[in-house]
Structure formats: C-alpha cells, structure tokens
C-alpha cells in the first residue's frame, strides 16, 4: 500500500535535490563567471599568472616610452 | 539600451543587488544535507536561509538549541554557539585534516551569570545536615561536565597565589588578601549524600521550596548523565596550547559581593589577556553521518543540562537579580 508523500516530505526531497546539485557544482550559482571561477582553481592560477606576467612586464619596460600617437605632442621628459 | 528622443539613463531592475560569493562550501552543503537527512534541520528553513547552505545550518543550530531548552538557558546565560573549520580564532586549521569541523560554545560579550547559594544552602540545612554540601556539588558538577563555573576552589586557588606573591614582598604582611575560606559557610564542609540517600532524603521533605530544589537538582544531575563527554584529541590539545582557559560562563558565590566574587572580579581583569578556549569543543566529520548525528546528540545534551541549570536557579532564593533575559 502506498501512501502520498506529506507536503513536509516533499519539501525535504527538493532541498535534498538543490543541495545534491550544490554538493555536484551542478547548481546554477556556480555557472556564473564568478561562480566557476570560484570553483576552479586551474583559472586562479592561470589568472595569477597572468597578473606576475603584466607585473614582470610593467617592471621590464617601465622605461620605455611608448610613440605618441600621431597629431598628439611629444612627452615632455 | 534602446535609443531614445531625450536623456536615457540605465536600468538596474534586473541586476541582482546581491551577490554572494563562497570559494568552498564543499563542507557546508555536506553538513546542510545531512542535518536535513537526519531530520535535524527542517526544510522550511532553507527558504528563511535565501537558499544558502551556511545560513541554513546557522538557522539548524539555533533551532536546534531552541528545542533543548534555549529560553531558559537565555534565563541565566549568555552563549553563544558556532560551527566553524577550527577549534578557536586564533588556533591554525589542521591541513591535514580537511574534513573536520568543530562545534563550539563560548561565552557572548565575555558576560558571565552568577548564582548565589547562601539563602539556598541555609533552607536545606535546616532540613539535613549533608543536604547543603550535596546540593552544591552536584549542581557545579553537573554543569562543569559542560561549562566551566568559577567557585569557592578557584577562589581559593587565586587567594593561595596572591599569598605567595605577597610573601615575596618586604611589606607582604601590609597586604589585605581576600578571606575565601571565612566566605564558604560552615555546612560546605559536610559530606557529600550518596545518591540513595539523597533519594530518601528527598522522600522526606515537607517544606515545599526545598521539595522543588532538590527535585530539580536530581533531574539536572540525571540529564548531566545522559552523554559522556568524549576527551579531546592531542592533535586539538596542540591547536589550543597558547589560548587561556576557558571564560566562566557561571559565577557561584554564596552571597553577593563576598570574598569569591571579589577574586572573580580581580581575576577576570587577566582572563582575555590571550585567547581563552572556548568551553565546549566537538570535533565532527561532516562527512561522516553517524558523526554528525553523535554531535548534536551530545550538544543537545549539553543544552538540556545548561536549561536545567537555569531552572535550578531560578527555584533558589535570592537570585531574582541575576536574571540576564526574560
């Protein structure tokens, strides 16, 4: 004999369900930009990296005057 | 954004003006299912948690507390409970265990609650002799399995240190040191009742007030046995081995303003100097179903003899004062 589910029963499984797909990363609030940023760390690294790298390069061409645009004036120093 | 005949300016309707961002909840949403699973947390609180696992198990805590007696420990005390990845704020996460959590209950705002014994004391002995000495013992014994008390043996403690710092001291004789002994009335040097004789004891009371405090100190004693409290590990032991000990969360003196509460007021000037630990550490696997499940069984145990505690005061004379919340 089977009986209906209370609405108490049903209101638990679908918790479980979102916390299931919480606990898998299936979850829509890890698909945002930010959401599967948080959860990857091969992109925080890469991010790191990239972040050394245009440090690296401020501190190897910080000397470097870059042309000026043509029409605009010529950096004073 | 559509072009039009005047000024047009952005609409932020539907942007969220919110957002959360968690880099690892793993531990929380495990913890958060299986609370629901045990039917510990109740699925209407996921909604009054925005959906947020963290919040869902603050709510599951509360709630929990709230069904072990949280009004009447609310009477008396002020605690606060927390679940968090390390055993105190200043203790280093253990890496290698990444799956432990600690439940932990402290003292709120550093607030201690106090309970006077004298007028207590003084009606039971009017009735036997040993019931004083018993009543005391069993109510700070039941409570310390818990929570630490601060009484006449930590005043005296306190009283013997100044001692000896005064004695190294040319005028140490000029030194007025408090006098914990001459506070501890007389009937505390009785001993204590075994428990059958308490029970016969108790069988003979007629005064009424007296009836109520001695049923209630049996049944805080009774509910204080209802868990073991496990030992913690060397590996927690070593995590908390720069803190202080823990705060008091209960003050017990036998009348106000005695020679013991003097030495707790002196003393708690250096009781934040570092770090205290907190009073109740479990260590807990979320991971772990039948972990969880033994944690807040004993948490609940620790709540119910906390409420129990309460309600024992508030049947003692003389403490209407010390009421914290109503």
């Not at chain 2, 929570?147 to 403690?157: G, L, N, S, T």
């Not at chain 2, 003050?251 to 770090?275: H, N, P, S, W």
Request: charged content about 25%; hydrophobic content about 40%.
């Amino acid at each position: 004999m089977s009986r209906n589910p209370t609405r108490k029963e049903v209101a638990k499984r679908a918790v479980l369900a979102e916390l299931e797909r919480l606990r898998q990363g299936r979850h829509a609030r890890y698909q945002t930009l930010m959401g599967r940023f948080a959860r990857c760390q091969d992109l925080q690294q890469s991010a790191a990296l990239l972040v050394a790298a245009v440090e690296a390069s401020l501190r190897t061409n910080n000397r470097t005057p870059l042309d000026a645009p043509p029409g605009w004036l010529p950096p004073v120093s | 954004m559509a072009q039009g005949s005047g000024l047009v300016l952005p609409r932020f309707g539907t942007v969220p003006v919110v957002h959360r961002l968690v880099a690892d909840d793993r531990l929380a949403v495990m913890l958060a299912k299986t609370l629901l699973e045990l039917d510990i947390a109740v699925p209407g609180d996921w909604q009054r948690a925005e959906r947020d696992p963290t919040s869902f198990i603050r709510l599951t805590l509360e709630q929990w507390i709230q069904t072990h007696g949280g009004s009447a420990i609310r009477r008396r005390f002020l605690l606060s409970a927390v679940i968090s990845n390390s055993p105190s704020d200043w203790a280093e996460r253990d890496e290698t265990k990444p799956n432990q959590l600690f439940l932990i209950v402290e003292p709120s705002e550093a607030t201690c609650g106090c309970a006077i014994f004298g007028p207590t004391l003084a009606l039971l002995e009017s009735i036997h002799p040993q019931l004083p000495a018993t009543f005391f013992h069993l109510f700070v014994g039941a409570l310390n399995t818990w929570i630490r008390i601060y009484d006449f043996r930590d005043a005296e403690e306190r009283a013997e240190t100044l001692r000896e710092w005064a004695a190294q001291e040319p005028d140490g004789a000029e030194y007025e040191l408090p006098d914990v002994a001459g506070s501890v009335p007389p009937c505390m040097r009785q001993a204590v009742l075994e428990n059958s004789d308490l029970a016969h004891v108790n069988d003979r009371i007629n005064d009424s007030t007296a009836k109520k405090l001695v049923d209630a100190e049996i049944s805080l004693d009774g509910v204080s046995r209802g868990v073991e409290r496990p030992e913690l590990g060397d590996d927690v032991g070593e995590q908390l081995s720069d803190c202080n000990p823990p705060l008091p969360c209960l003050l017990a003196v036998f009348a106000d303003g005695d020679a013991i509460a003097g030495c707790f007021d002196e003393e708690a000037q250096g009781m934040m100097e570092v770090e205290p630990e907190p009073n109740i550490i479990m260590p807990f696997d979320p991971t772990d179903t039948a972990s969880i499940q033994r944690t807040f069984h004993m948490f609940g145990v620790a709540c119910q003899t906390i409420a129990a505690a309460s309600r024992v005061i508030d049947l003692m004379p003389g403490n209407d004062q010390w009421i914290i919340s109503r």
